[in-house]
């Protein structure tokens, strides 16, 4: 059984650091791109950053240079490392996997980042 679990969120002041970690299991996650998404009050849930099986990480432009992705196989983990946080950043984030055809999510873990 796939089963995607995100912790780490909390509240920050701007400029301030998170980080978030998501395990993963009932897959072959070495495998697999992981990615994370967030949703805004209000907003469409957006795609945040990737990292694929062979650590590509791929970002969205609002966050490029401020955020990190990686994971540890061994692990059976991705984390999203956010620095330089703003209240732009304020929002539900998700842990996203695809295994065989099927999207699994995280359940969610808030961030809260005040100015």
């Known amino acids: 059984q796939v089963q995607v679990v995100d912790s780490g969120g909390g509240q920050v002041q701007a400029g301030g650091s998170l980080s978030l970690s998501c395990a993963a299991f009932?897959?072959?996650?070495?495998?697999?791109?992981m990615s994370w998404y967030r949703q805004a009050p209000g907003k469409q849930r957006e795609w945040v950053a990737s990292i694929s099986s062979g650590g590509t990480a791929n970002y969205v432009d609002s966050v490029k240079g401020r955020f990190t992705i990686s994971r540890d196989n061994d692990k059976r983990t991705v984390n999203l490392q956010m620095n330089s946080l703003n209240a732009e950043d304020t929002a539900v984030y998700y842990c996203?996997?695809?295994?065989?055809?099927?999207?699994?999510w995280g359940q969610g873990t808030q961030v809260t980042v005040s100015s």
């Open positions: 009932g897959f072959p996650f070495n495998l697999n791109t």
């Open positions: 996203n996997t695809v295994v065989f055809g099927y999207t699994y």
